[in-house]
């Protein structure tokens, strides 16, 4: 069967998908210069409903929730964010006018543009709904269209987000000749985890491009960062399949202080890592692009403690639990 085959099948009144955020563990950054990182899915994620609609507008993306709140549209009266107008238009390249007519309906309890893969699970959730909507089977362009959207995002992303996000499960990740590899990381024990949101970060696209702009001046400093890097993601594996999770702590520390050598951290991010440090947690860092965004603090039972800590410092916080 051809896609214009599925396209003209009776289809659903509506699809509903879903997909999670996700945590980096170690490796952010270094891992578009070949580094291994570690990413997992989290129990925060976007879900999404896609259904027909009547009106003259096109295809129309509505923010119920956290993610957004708002419609936008390609007609000229629909405001909000220009990138989301970049996503509609890709979407009618990519699906044709049979995508004209459809709503879709964006919810979730992911903050946005806070390193926790709000863009990704946007992205994966958008392309399973709509492929759900026309009842058509995952295929190898799937990822294709995931990969575009995020490149809408991110500019050039390493693969890291889309992939743990799509697979829902634990994974080492290393780009690798051209192309890259990731393998599934078995969980010992769970892991559950401190968020605090040290403000909105500049976009991951603007981190990365700033970030090459100082390695271009600091090239050999920059290398031994990531070589650095490199070997605390295979220490941490190792920690996390034996259940070691004091050490998987310690090794978070490690990477902060390096991504604090990265410029990359704030002061708000560094005072969360040093509340969630001296009130027990096991270790803390910022995870995804920084320059804001969140802090992940590993816990070891005194949640409740550690959470009101961060709120009490004034940052938006939750308790996330590693769902693969
Ligand atoms: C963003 O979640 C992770 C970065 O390493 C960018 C990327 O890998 O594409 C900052």
Same mark, same amino acid.
């Given at each position: 069967?051809?896609?214009?085959?599925? &396209?003209?099948?009776?289809?659903?009144?509506i699809a509903f998908s879903y997909a999670p955020g996700k945590v980096i563990l170690v490796g952010e950054h270094a891992v578009v210069y070949g580094s291994q990182a570690i990413a997992m899915p989290i129990d925060s994620g976007i879900r999404i409903a896609v259904l027909s609609h009547a009106s003259s507008k096109g295809p129309v993306i509505r923010g119920v929730g956290s993610f957004f709140m708002g419609e936008i549209s390609l007609s000229s009266d629909s405001s909000g964010p220009t990138i989301l107008k970049e996503v509609l238009n890709y979407l009618?390249?990519?699906?044709? =006018?049979?995508?004209?007519n459809l709503l879709f309906i964006v919810d979730g309890n992911l903050p946005p543009g806070s390193g926790l893969g709000s863009s990704g699970s946007f992205s994966v959730a958008l392309v399973k709904g709509i492929y759900r909507y026309f009842s058509r089977p995952l295929d190898k362009m799937f990822e294709e269209y995931v990969l575009e959207l995020e490149k809408i995002f991110h500019g050039s992303p390493s693969g890291i987000d889309h992939t743990v996000i799509m697979g829902e499960k634990s994974i080492g990740f290393k780009k690798e000749g051209g192309g890259c590899v990731s393998w599934p990381i078995a969980l010992k024990k769970p892991i559950k985890l401190l968020v605090g949101v040290a403000g909105p970060?500049?976009?991951?696209?603007?981190?990365? /491009?700033?970030?090459?702009?100082?390695?271009?001046?600091?090239?050999?400093? &920059?290398?031994n960062i990531f070589n650095g890097l490199d070997s605390v993601a295979k220490e941490m594996e190792e920690s996390l399949s034996k259940g070691y999770l004091a050490g998987v702590g310690e090794l978070m520390n490690i990477a902060?202080?390096?991504?604090?050598?990265? =410029?990359? =951290?704030?002061?708000?991010?560094?005072?969360?890592? =040093?509340?969630?440090?001296?009130?027990? /947690?096991?270790?803390?860092k910022l995870t995804g692009a920084g320059g804001g965004g969140a802090v992940i603090a590993l816990l070891d039972g005194n949640e409740s403690e550690l959470l009101n800590s961060f709120k009490a410092a004034g940052y938006q916080s939750f308790i996330t639990e590693v769902v693969g």
């Open positions: 069967m051809n896609l214009a085959d599925y &396209y003209n099948k009776p289809r659903a009144d009618i390249v990519a699906f044709g =006018s049979k995508i004209k970060h500049l976009g991951t696209k603007n981190a990365v /491009a700033n970030l090459l702009e100082r390695k271009k001046r600091h090239g050999i400093a &920059y290398q902060q202080g390096y991504l604090n050598a990265l =410029s990359v =951290s704030t002061p708000q991010i560094e005072k969360l890592c =040093s509340i969630a440090r001296d009130r027990g /947690a096991l270790g803390a």
